[in-house]
């Protein structure tokens, strides 16, 4: 399979605990993403990278969240100290650099459940 | 208020029907725009881009009014595997980041 692959696929932890993400992108893709998705709404921007250059991280929800794309190639998103409300589904996706495009492609996700 | 906000539905149709889904942005200067379609438990996919002159895609036809910040998709002859989630997003931060709405839920029933 040459899509965007994600690990794990669900993430079962207790409340305070880190845990780390981890996100393989299409191999030719130079741009990776980060979004997070709970029930009922859309996916929301958390961090990009162009290659290993985190270019927006702005949108980070808190300190404890942290993304990293040493070599451009996989990236890792870690999460310190989980509350309950980062329960949900962690998506990556990655894309080609063209000015315009919004076609991005979506791993299948990594589900968080706090408890 | 959402920067893209869309009628969560669930929007309940026949096979056959046509429904149509309509979306807001609140940024201007939005540059792009899309839907995705979203499939219960699994990853978005681009369903097609979304033009001034209006684009169409089979039974799918997109408009985007940029004066409104309006974006309609319209899918004729509803098919069952028509049913999912059909999210509006639009590309911003200098192509950088995409926004997506909340989404609009599609059940086509026999």
């Known amino acids: 399979d040459t899509g965007v692959s994600q690990d794990p696929r669900h993430k079962i932890t207790k409340r305070g605990q880190n845990v780390t993400f981890r996100c393989d992108p299409i191999s030719e893709h130079n741009r990776l993403y980060w979004y997070r998705q709970t029930l009922g709404q859309g996916p929301e921007f958390l961090t990009y990278f162009q290659n290993e250059a985190q270019l927006e991280k702005s949108r980070l929800l808190s300190d404890r969240f942290s993304a990293e794309r040493p070599k451009g190639s996989f990236s890792t998103l870690e999460i310190q100290r989980t509350e309950q409300g980062d329960s949900a589904m962690y998506l990556c996706?990655?894309?080609?650099?063209?000015?315009?495009?919004?076609?991005?492609?979506f791993g299948p996700g990594t589900r968080l459940t706090v408890l | 208020r959402k920067e893209v906000e869309q009628d969560p539905g669930p929007f309940n149709v026949p096979e056959g029907a046509t429904v149509a889904f309509n979306c807001t942005y609140s940024?201007?200067?939005?540059?792009?725009f899309f839907w995705y379609r979203q499939d219960c438990r699994k990853e978005p996919k681009l369903l097609m881009s979304v033009y001034s002159s209006g684009n169409e895609d089979g039974r799918f036809t997109a408009q985007l009014n940029r004066a409104s910040q309006y974006i309609s998709l319209l899918i004729r002859d509803s098919k069952l595997s028509d049913s999912a989630t059909y999210l509006c997003?639009?590309?911003?931060?200098?192509?950088?980041?995409?926004?997506f709405g909340g989404g609009t839920r599609l059940m086509v029933k026999p």
């Open positions: 940024n201007s200067a939005s540059q792009s």
């Open positions: 996706a990655s894309s080609l650099r063209r000015e315009g495009t919004g076609e991005q492609f």
């Open positions: 997003v639009v590309l911003e931060n200098a192509g950088n980041m995409l926004t």
